[in-house]
């Protein structure tokens, strides 16, 4: 009996406490503003230096918030942007610092992540106190490390409202 009471007052606090502390969360989030200025600046730099890219947006659940399939891209293109932007998001870091850090070691582990992948191109949005809020990724220039320069490129358009 004296078991059941001692139950019955620890789920009774419980409730009480998370009644109390059951308040709605404030949560920082790309606006779609953001995102399709980032596609825009993507797709621009890309375009300047010569390459056809498809741009993916993921907002800070690891959602696709936007997307746009460049001009005369590869059919993989729009998949891999997803998957580069996804890594980035998830991790909190840029899918080429994500290869980089997984290239050996037990670091490699995380590569089973399912829908990361270790090749540049994806980068994390982050405001300027730290938090990750998205990510952009980019995918058809011949190489990670172009498409990463593009999507920079791309997520300095909006620097001013990450600060």
């Known amino acids: 009996m004296r078991s059941i009471s001692l139950a019955l007052l620890v789920s009774g606090s419980l409730f009480a406490a998370s009644a109390a502390q059951a308040q709605p969360l404030t949560e920082h989030n790309i ?3 953001m995102a399709i200025a980032m596609i825009q ?29 460049g001009d005369g891209t ?8 997803k998957m580069k932007a996804y890594t980035a998001r ?6 080429l610092d994500f290869m980089e850090a997984t290239a050996s070691g037990a670091g490699a582990m995380l590569r089973q ?16 106190s730290g938090e990750t809020i998205g990510a952009v990724g980019a995918s058809g220039a011949p190489g990670g490390e172009k498409d990463d320069a593009c999507v920079k490129a791309g997520i300095a358009k909006v620097a001013d409202q990450l600060k």
């Open 31 to 33: 606006s779609m503003g």
């Open 41 to 69: 600046g993507t797709i621009e730099q890309c375009t300047r230096d010569g390459y056809k890219v498809s741009v993916v947006v993921i907002d800070k659940a690891g959602n696709v918030m936007a997307s746009l399939r």
């Open 74 to 81: 590869n059919p993989h293109t729009m998949e891999f942007a």
């Open 90 to 95: 998830t991790r909190g870091q840029s899918s």
């Open 113 to 128: 992540i399912p829908g990361v992948v270790a090749i540049g191109g994806g980068v994390p949005v982050k405001l300027g």
